[in-house]
């Protein structure tokens, strides 16, 4: 992000005396990536933010993963893994992974506590329910489609609303590097171009401080190492004011305007953001292939360099017609596995005008590894659908 964003009160020069009503000096936090070397935000706390007066390990059973091996194009049906009594956080089951991005799949409806990822940023996207993600740079109403930015170290905590629970897709880059607009939307210079599908005023960032009641806190810090619970003095939601180009940030799918043509196009098109080692998209209703002679639907794909997840969200997915696919669905097409359309899907596609269908994609440059809560989700006919003999194998 290289958005810049003044909230709350500021001294008029950085590094300079800013003080409290009792006299007493605000303490400034820079948060900076890249050493101090790339964009950073600076916040001016009430209290010391180094302030810690103990460290403990916090244990959590292992996600483990193992090589989708031997090779095949899966199914999770993610709506089995919805569980009560869990946040946003501890609430995460790993899907899938491997060296730069974790994917987890959370269906939420207790509060979180204080929580900041070490590791690398989060990208949450919303796949039904609200919820209010308070950050020590301000609070953010939080929606369904809703893709959510949570900058790598920003201590956060989600409090769902009653009623729906939160499900979420957890997104965890784990390589170097951040989760940011594809460069190609950008100028030099950071602002977005004309032929970008959204732009700075789509993007929605907190826009007034966020104070807590005074007292100590407990933050649950995620690093290489696990999960350690820092006990802070005082509560880290006490900035009064803070400005850069760093900071956690929501951008719904409803503001992304979809690219169409005369014949198919590429899913590059449908692209939101770029991560370490992955890109992530999303299909969005809209205007199908106008060409007199077009076929709406995919042809068939060998992701030379890629694996690829969907995950279904609404519609009726004419093109896995008849394999299972349905809302909440994710599948996994590996690289070596050839795919595309399921039978009979592009005869049926022809003079369509319209896709109703959504579907968030998400490429990763490395394989991904299985973890243990998508095989408990798992439709193991899902391999064979395309095959015409696919009702013996099943
Ligand atoms: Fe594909």
Same mark, same amino acid.
């Given at each position: 992000m290289s958005y810049y964003r003044s909230?709350?009160?500021?001294?008029p020069k950085r590094h300079t005396q800013f003080r409290q009503p009792d006299g007493s000096l605000y303490h400034e936090e820079l948060m900076g990536l890249a050493g101090f070397a790339s964009d950073s935000a600076l916040l001016y706390h009430a209290n010391a933010p180094t302030a810690i007066v103990s460290s403990e390990p916090f244990d959590v059973p292992a996600q483990p993963s193992r090589p989708n091996y031997p090779l095949l194009p899966r199914h999770f049906r993610t709506?089995?893994?919805?569980?009560?009594?869990?946040?946003?956080?501890?609430?995460r089951q790993a899907l899938v992974a491997n060296a730069d991005i974790r994917i987890s799949y959370v269906a939420a409806d207790h509060p979180s506590g204080p929580y900041r990822n070490a590791i690398g940023d989060e990208c949450v996207f919303i796949a039904s329910g609200s919820a209010t993600?308070?950050? !020590?740079?301000?609070?953010?109403?939080? $929606?369904?489609? +809703? =893709?959510?930015?949570?900058?790598?170290?920003?201590?956060?905590?989600?409090?769902?609303?009653?009623?729906?629970?939160?499900?979420?897709l957890v997104i965890e880059a784990l390589g170097s590097g951040h989760i940011h607009p594809p460069s190609r939307y950008l100028s030099p210079r950071g602002q977005f171009l004309e032929h970008a599908p959204y732009c700075e005023r789509d993007l929605r960032a907190p826009s007034e401080p966020l104070i807590a009641s005074a007292g100590s806190a407990d933050v649950l810090v995620r690093t290489r190492a696990g999960l350690t619970v820092l006990t802070y003095e005082h509560h880290p939601f006490d900035v009064v004011g803070w400005d850069g180009s760093n900071y956690p940030y929501a951008l719904n799918i409803a503001d992304f305007e979809p690219?169409?043509?005369?014949?198919?196009?590429?899913?590059?098109?449908?692209?939101?953001?770029?991560?370490?080692?992955? !890109?992530?998209?999303?299909?969005?209703? $809209?205007?199908? +292939? =106008?060409?007199p002679r077009s076929i709406p639907a995919p042809y068939a794909h060998a992701n030379v360099d890629s694996d690829e997840i969907m995950f279904y969200l609404d519609g009726d997915f004419t093109s896995r017609k008849g394999s299972g696919i349905s809302a909440g669905s994710i599948s996994l097409h590996p690289s070596g596995f050839i795919h595309g359309p399921h039978p009979g899907a592009v005869e049926a596609s022809l003079g369509v005008e319209r896709t109703e269908e959504t579907a968030l994609m998400l490429d990763t440059f490395a394989p991904l590894e299985i973890c243990q809560a998508a095989e408990l989700c798992e439709d193991t006919s899902y391999a064979w659908s395309w095959s015409s003999n696919r009702e013996e194998k099943i």
């Open positions: 909230v709350g009160v500021l001294p709506r089995e893994l919805d569980t009560a009594g869990v946040d946003a956080v501890l609430g993600l308070e950050t !020590v740079f301000g609070a953010l109403a939080i $929606r369904s489609g +809703d =893709y959510v930015i949570v900058t790598a170290t920003t201590t956060h905590r989600w409090i769902p609303e009653e009623g729906e629970p939160l499900r979420a690219v169409t043509g005369r014949i198919h196009q590429p899913p590059p098109v449908h692209q939101f953001f770029e991560a370490p080692g992955a !890109v992530i998209c999303c299909f969005l209703p $809209r205007k199908t +292939d =106008y060409h």
